[in-house]
C-alpha cells in the first residue's frame, strides 16, 4: 500500500540515482512512492520479468531459491543501496521477514533517465537557451513517456538539439487532418485539443487533449501517411518540432552495431575489451570479468585513453546507456560495439 512520497533526500541514498541531477532527481521523487509489505507478504518469485527496480527502506527481505535463503536485504545497510536483484527474469524470490517498506521503479523510465541525465551534461544549457519556457521539466516528461522509448537512446541528444520552438495563440491548428505529415512535436506550454473530422461531424470528434510533454505527428512521419487528425491549441502556448527527415534518420540509422552475448565474448576473446559505461557504484556492485569502467558522462574525457586500434563492446544494465557511449565512440572513429540487452538480461 502507497503511504506516503518520497523526498529526493531519500532518493539519493540509493546507487545509481545518487547520480541523477537534482532536478531530474526531483521529477523522479514525483513520480515513485513508498510502499510496505506485511511479514511473509512476497514481494516478487522467481522467474518474475516484470521490470522494477526495487530498494528497501526499512525491514528485511529475503531473497530465497526455492527453499535456500541466498541473501538478506537490510533496509539501511550497504547492499540495500542496490537495486534488489536486478537480473531479469528474477532468479529468486523475495519475501519480507518483518515489516518492509520499500520504493519500486519502472525501470525502463530509470535508465531512460539515467541516459538522459548522462548524455545531457555538457549541452543542458544550451538546450534551455533554446526559449524562456524551454525547461528541463517538458524534457523529463517525454523521456518518461513510453512511446518516445521507442526512438533510438543514441540520438535523443541530436533529436533536442535539433528541435525548434515554434509559440502559438488560442485557436490556432497547428496540424491539419488530411495534410502532407512534416514534423513531429512536444507542447512545451499551454493546452490543445485533438479532433477528427468524420462524414457525420464535420466540426470533429473530440479524440484527446494534449497537455506539456505530450508528443504528437510522429504516425504520418513513420508511415508516410497524411494527418489523420488535426490539433488546434486551446490556450496561448508553444511547441518544440522536430523536421521529418531529422525524425526519420534519427529513428531509422541509430549507426549501431548490436551483439548477442556469444559474439560479444567472441570479440573479447580476440583481444577486444569490455567497456563499462554505468556509474562506478553500479560497476562496483556487478560487473562482467576483466571490464574497463568510464562512466557515460566522462566519456568525451576519456577518449584519449582509448586504444584506437582496439574493438571495445559497450555494455551497461540493460543497453541504454551503452548504445549512447557507442555512438559517441563511433562518431569519433573508435570500433565499438553494444551488448543486446545488456548485463543484467539473462542469456539463453
Given amino acids: ?33 513508498i510502499r510496505e509489505m506485511s511479514p511473509g507478504q512476497v514481494l516478487f518469485k522467481e522467474g518474475d520479468t516484470e521490470k522494477r527496480t526495487i530498494y528497501v527502506i526499512e525491514g528485511t527481505l529475503d531473497l530465497v531459491d526455492g527453499a535456500k535463503l541466498v541473501a538478506t536485504v537490510k533496509g539501511g545497510s550497504d547492499l540495500a543501496r542496490n537495486p534488489v536483484a536486478p537480473v531479469y527474469p528474477r532468479r529468486v524470490s523475495a519475501k519480507a521477514r518483518d515489516r518492509v517498506q520499500f520504493i519500486s521503479i519502472d525501470s525502463d523510465l530509470l535508465d531512460v533517465m539515467l541516459t538522459w541525465d548522462q548524455t545531457g551534461t555538457y549541452e543542458v544549457s544550451d538546450l534551455q537557451g533554446k526559449s524562456d519556457q524551454t525547461n528541463e521539466d517538458w524534457m523529463t516528461m517525454l523521456l518518461q513517456t513510453k512511446a518516445f522509448h521507442k526512438i533510438p537512446p543514441a540520438n535523443i541528444q541530436a533529436i533536442f538539439m535539433r528541435m525548434q520552438q515554434i509559440n502559438y495563440r488560442s485557436g490556432d491548428v497547428i496540424l491539419k487532418q488530411g495534410a502532407e505529415g512534416d514534423y513531429f512535436y512536444v507542447l512545451i506550454g499551454g493546452s490543445a485539443l485533438v479532433t477528427r473530422e468524420t462524414p457525420l461531424s464535420k466540426e470533429g470528434i473530440k479524440l484527446a ?10 504516425e504520418a512521419l513513420i508511415s508516410d501517411a497524411k494527418r489523420n487528425a488535426t490539433v488546434t491549441m486551446q490556450s496561448d502556448g508553444a511547441v518544440m518540432r522536430l523536421g521529418k527527415d531529422d ?85 569519433r572513429g573508435y570500433q565499438a560495439y553494444v551488448l543486446q540487452g545488456g548485463i543484467n538480461r539473462e542469456q539463453s
Wanted: hydrophobic residues 40%.
Fill in 247 to 331: 525524425f526519420k534518420t534519427l529513428l531509422n540509422e541509430p549507426m549501431l552495431d548490436w551483439l548477442s552475448m556469444s559474439d560479444a565474448e567472441e570479440i573479447i576473446r580476440s583481444g577486444g575489451q569490455w567497456l563499462d559505461v554505468r556509474l562506478p557504484s553500479e560497476f562496483e556492485n556487478q560487473h562482467l570479468d576483466g571490464a574497463l569502467n568510464i562512466p557515460l558522462y566522462f566519456i568525451r574525457l576519456k577518449l584519449n585513453t582509448l586504444d584506437a586500434t582496439k574493438k571495445y563492446v559497450v555494455c551497461c544494465d540493460t543497453g541504454r546507456r551503452s548504445s549512447a557511449g557507442a555512438y559517441i565512440l563511433n562518431e
Fill in 1 to 33: 500500500m502507497a503511504i506516503e512520497q518520497v523526498s529526493t533526500e531519500l532518493l539519493s541514498a540509493f546507487s545509481p540515482l545518487d547520480g541523477l541531477k537534482r532536478d531530474n532527481l526531483a521529477a523522479l521523487a514525483r513520480k515513485v512512492q
Fill in 209 to 218: 487533449e494534449l497537455k506539456v510533454g505530450d508528443t504528437f505527428g510522429e
